[in-house]
């Protein structure tokens, strides 16, 4: 049984930076590692992948370049640096696990999910 724990969420105002993390228990070090947000109103959607080996990364448009997905398999945990937020960057964003492609932005490629971390950036 895999388990996902955010954390690092909270307040920030625009142009600001936060660092979320993502603890797993069980067996994710072969796992493909993505980040999702759900904004209020509006159906969760992908961020950011990383491959098993940290090697390959994907992005959705939005972030790419603010946004920085990474691993370490060590402590079994993932990572998203995120800078230059903006206010649409509000959401609740979680950590998920699965054995897909990076490319896969369908939330049916993650097998596990974590509880979520509240992000919201004021204007």
């Known amino acids: 049984q895999v388990q996902l724990v955010e954390s690092g969420g909270g307040l920030v105002q625009a142009g600001g930076s936060l660092t979320l993390s993502c603890a797993a228990s069980?067996?994710?070090?072969?796992?493909?590692m993505g980040w999702f947000r759900q904004a209020p109103g509006k159906e969760r959607e992908f961020v950011a992948a990383?491959?098993?080996?940290?090697?390959?990364?994907h992005y959705t448009e939005s972030v790419r370049g603010r946004f920085t997905i990474s691993r370490d398999n060590a402590k079994n945990s993932v990572y998203l640096q995120m800078k230059s937020l903006k206010p649409e960057d509000t959401g609740v964003y979680y950590c998920?696990?699965?054995?897909?492609?990076?490319?896969?932005?369908?939330?049916?490629?993650?097998?596990?999910w974590g509880q979520g971390t509240q992000v919201t950036v004021s204007s």
């Open positions: 990383i491959s098993w080996s940290g090697g390959s990364t």
């Open positions: 998920a696990a699965g054995y897909g492609s990076i490319y896969s932005l369908r939330e049916g490629a993650y097998d596990y």
């Open positions: 069980g067996r994710t070090k072969s796992s493909t």
